[in-house]
């Protein structure tokens, strides 16, 4: 018995089932934004798993992209974060509800 | 550990197989743990820590997959930098006094168990119904047993274009962090463009 690609891919489900979690109960944006992040880890995971599954770098690059738009992503997040802080001295999503109807 | 455990250890063949299983049973529920740790942690510095310490399971895990690069920039770039910027802004922004307690909509949580149950169920589903068997190509073999050199020869020939695009979004993401970071209040200086656009109105 050994290891298989297919059981990164469960773990990868999991991982990402966690994060959808965080992202639906949790209310501050910091941690909604580390849930983005745990759920862009697992499919990296997933396209690493897949890669080795087919013996394929291609995954690999694609998991690579994914690390900087994440990266991208995360700077220009936490630029918003500070920015509504500065006007609402509040990090909690239920905060932010200038466009509420 | 369980005897179910045991057994697999001892029936795994070659000493690298035996290693990797024993820290896949050690590092994968860990990986899960730390990850509803940070889910469920009331503190948004004990979560950021919890996460730093999923993301190194996933360094191993990648190393597993052997894709060594990978791992080396998951510990570089997620734990180093993007971690450091959480912690960064957490500090600036002081700790907020969590909101854990009280649900703001009335039946959110309950539906936000049933949604997550469901996606479980449905990704486990797909995942046994076209079950993806084997242990995979030996990639070391497929890259000539040097990874970074391989990925290196994808990136600047079949993958130049977005390798490029990448690093515009790159310089895009530092201007828009700098500008939504300004503060709006204080005079700018005498002459500067954005001077001269605010007296325009």
Known sequence: MRVEPSWYLVLSALLFTIGVAGVLIRRNAIVLFMCVELMLNSVNLSFIAFSKLNGDLNGQILSFFVMVVAAAEVVVGLGILVAIFRKRSSTSVDDVNLLKG | ?201
């Open chain 2, 1 to 201: 550990m369980s005897p179910l455990h045991a057994g697999a250890i001892l029936a795994a063949t070659t000493s690298a197989e035996r290693a990797e299983l024993v820290l896949f049973i050690i590092l994968a529920p860990l990986a899960v743990v730390t990850a509803l740790g940070m889910v469920l942690n009331r503190h948004a510095v004990y979560s950021a820590l919890l996460l730093v310490i999923n993301f190194f399971c996933l360094a191993a895990f990648y190393v597993f997959l052997q894709a060594q690069f990978l791992a080396a920039v998951q510990v570089i770039v997620y734990a180093g930098a993007i971690m450091v910027l959480f912690l960064f802004v957490l500090m600036l922004l002081g700790i907020s006094r969590e909101d854990m307690l009280h649900e703001t909509i009335r039946g959110q949580r309950p539906a936000a168990a049933v949604l997550v149950a469901l996606l479980l169920a449905g990704t486990i589903w797909a995942l046994f119904t076209h079950p993806f068997s084997g242990v995979g190509a030996d990639l070391n073999a497929v890259a000539g047993n040097d990874n970074v050199r391989a990925i290196g020869r994808l990136l600047f020939t079949r993958y130049v274009f977005a390798f490029e695009a990448t690093g515009l979004l790159l310089v895009v993401a530092a201007v828009g962090a700098l500008v939504l970071g300004k503060r709006a209040g204080r005079p700018l200086p005498r002459g500067s463009a954005a001077q001269r656009e605010e007296q325009v109105p």
